[in-house]
């Protein structure tokens, strides 16, 4: 069906932004909310789910090396059973594909073009991705590799601009509250780590697969350096208030000041989440099809990228409202959603392969 190979190495490249993309925005906000000035911790007890989602993903991958998670969810839980999970996973995959274009249009209505229809910018970044899915996961891989440095290096250039206004101080006392509201904290990001799930669907199409794991777990190491590393920039910079900005790495970057000219960094923020949400949302859309034409078992995923991009729109136009529900699904919605569709149940399909393939062995 997928006739493209990519290195593991592109593999990470293209897990990153989709992981890291909209949780850079959001999080440090909605963890602050728990955390306050502990918001840095959580992304490092969060990063738990997503070390241990890398290992599931790639143990079902040792067990049926050729097949993604939609094709061996039968071979191992039975042709009903089976679907249901898969329908479960794709389900999941498809309506985050629409919450994440919704999210990524409120924040550009929000920040920059407050004049713009919603539809507009929803139905260009949609179509956009599907042309790059049409291309297939080759020139995904490609196009993950030409944007990273886009991506990352922009990153670490506002970290060092706003350190002039740093407030170390900010982050006393550690621990001030216990360790509760710290763990309360972790759960959201957690969230957003067992989206490294996506590999499952990667895996077989690596032309490199003994290094899959290996990658997957850098990947997660790197999006919890990211995380901590921009939740200190956010609270070093805006302190007790983190918690009442709805997008604290924006309002932070306008602080940014250097020689006097240097200054009102905003609209390149806006490029670098740009590139990233493409990224993420163009994986989304690889996986709803590539997943859905397995589940239907037909020959080729791309007859389904066009049906989809309409369903995406309508998804991402009507789902949610406005950004206040937008902000209530990341909080209460994606932190159970998303673990038990890419951790716990894909857990139980590992669990019931090791338990048939040694009942198996014991019978022969």
Known sequence: MEKGKISSLQMAILLYPSIIATSIISVPSIVAKYAQNDLWIPPILASAVGFLTVFIAYELHKLYPNQTVI???????GRFAGKIISCYILWFYISATGHIVRGYSEFLIGSFLNDTPLIVIVASMILLCAFAVQSGLEVLGRVAMLFAPLFIFPILLFVILLSPDFEVKNIFPILGNGILPIIKGSIVPGGWYSEVFLMAFLLPYLSDANKGRKYGMLTIFAIMITLVVVNLTVLFVLGATTSSKVFPLMNATRYVSLGGFME????IAMAVWIVGAFVKISVFFYVSVLGTA?????????????PFTIIFVELAYWSIPNSAEYNSYLMTVLPFFGPVAQTILPLFLLLLAVVRRKSHKQTK
């Open 71 to 77: 094709e061996l969810s039968e071979q191992i839980a």
């Open 264 to 267: 009102n960094l905003e609209s």
């Open 294 to 306: 397995q589940l239907l078992n037909l020959s080729d995923y791309r007859i389904l990228i066009w």
